[in-house]
């Protein structure tokens, strides 16, 4: 009889749970074709789940990778995931992060249009990719920005992987170009980016890959775009040109 009432008991709580959640699910906070995110029951949390006919992806993995930018301070911490038959609404929950953060300004609704943020952005993934996760998708949506300091946050970790040997050369490369383009230096970029690429289709992994970390040191040292400081530009493509051939 106890063990009846006890099973009762929770499973009330349960169905008073999935009310709730149903409830924060109709007023959603953001989502797309694939998910929404919503209220979790617990405060503090977001919920993001998984729609009928979205796009097939592996919370479990979604969490590990997202995890590892959280460690790192640039995304939100995951506070569990919950499965369901057939993977059908599947949730992952993790930290509410507006409080400290806002919505990013875009170009046309699709990318952020503040070129440092761009940066700044991509220093992140560049760091990500050292630690091989390589996370594409950035558009503004997918990113918030910290309202005091304007530092990334990086959200929704469905379009990430774990990378190594040539993989984790071309996401650290990638990266690195992105935030040369972004701080006006797109021609260093380019120079940057074939001589890795060259080095890659040349079998030379290891020596890709230091070439990448070098330029991605440069580009950590960027604090605003070229136009703001005295011939980084010429600098910069002097020393790619010097060290990267």
């Known amino acids: ?18 009310g709730k959640l149903k409830d924060n699910r109709s007023d959603p906070i953001g989502g797309g074709a694939f ?26 993995e979604e969490a590990n990778l997202q995890s590892v930018a959280a ?3 640039f995304a939100p911490r995951v506070a569990g995931i919950e499965r369901f038959a057939g993977g059908i609404g599947d949730r992952l ?9 806002e919505p990013v300004p875009s170009i046309q609704g699709l990318y952020p249009a503040d070129p440092m943020f761009n940066v700044r952005s991509a220093q992140q993934l560049g760091q990500l990719a050292l630690k091989g996760v390589r996370l594409d998708d950035r558009k503004a949506d997918n990113m918030m ?36 383009r972004a701080a006006g230096i797109g021609d260093v970029g380019d120079i940057f980016r074939d001589t890795v690429y ?3 289709n040349g079998g030379q992994v290891a020596e890709a ?37």
């Not at 009889?1 to 999935?18: P, S």
């Not at 998910?35 to 919370?59: A, C, H, I, L």
């Not at 970390?213 to 580009?219: D, E, I, T, V, W």
């Open 198 to 200: 060259d080095l890659i």
């Open 209 to 245: 890959m230091d070439v990448a970390k070098q330029g991605f040191s440069r580009l950590q040292k960027i604090k605003q775009p070229a136009g703001k400081f005295v011939s980084a530009k010429t600098i910069l493509a002097e020393q790619a040109l010097a060290e990267f051939t």
């Open 93 to 101: 929950e993790m930290e509410d992060v507006r409080g400290n953060f």
């Open 145 to 180: 920005r910290n309202k005091m300091t304007g530092r990334p946050m990086q959200l929704d970790f469905g379009i990430a992987s774990r990378v190594t040997a040539e993989d984790q050369v071309m996401a650290l490369a990638d990266a690195t170009e992105d935030g040369f």
């Open 35 to 60: 998910g929404v995110v919503y209220e979790s029951d617990t405060p503090g949390n977001v919920m993001k789940q998984g729609v009928d006919g979205g796009f097939d992806n592996d919370f479990v």
């Open 1 to 18: 009889m106890l063990r009846r009432k006890a099973g009762d008991i929770e499973g009330l709580a349960e169905f008073l749970r999935e």
């Open 71 to 73: 460690d790192m301070g």
